[in-house]
Structures are given as structure tokens and as C-alpha cells.
């Protein structure tokens, strides 16, 4: 099974809020600003393979990944 993991954006927002790789309404991953912990994730944080994050054009290397329990 392929492993999935939370992804948070190296780099803050304009105000310091740790930017997180999300799951749009429509289907597709985007970048969003949360104040949810990384060690504390919500249901708004989606978990991601390597392979979707590459797909949607975002290079894994820009983030921090926390694997998935």
C-alpha cells in the first residue's frame, strides 16, 4: 500500500499561519493557510501520496510531510 501523508508548505502565509496541501470542493489539491497544528490535524487537512502531489504540479521537496497512522 502506498503510503499517504499530511503536507505543510516550508514557507508561512503573509500573517505566519503554517500553508497546507488541501483537497478542493472540485476534486483537484491546493495550497490554503489553516491554523491547525501540524501535530494536531484536522479534517480539513487531507493526506496525500508522493505521487498526487507531483501529479497537481507541487514539488515535495518545498514541503514537510507527517505520515499518516
Request: glycine share 4%; charged share 35%.
Amino acid at each position: 500500500m502506498t503510503k499517504r501523508y499530511y503536507w505543510k508548505n516550508k514557507r508561512t502565509d503573509d500573517e505566519g499561519k503554517p500553508i497546507y496541501l488541501l483537497k478542493s470542493p472540485f476534486g483537484y489539491i491546493s495550497q490554503d493557510s489553516i491554523w491547525t497544528k501540524f501535530s494536531d490535524m484536522s479534517d480539513s487537512v487531507t493526506a496525500f501520496t508522493e505521487e498526487e502531489v507531483i501529479k497537481w504540479g507541487y514539488n515535495p521537496e518545498n514541503y514537510v510531510k507527517k505520515e499518516v497512522e
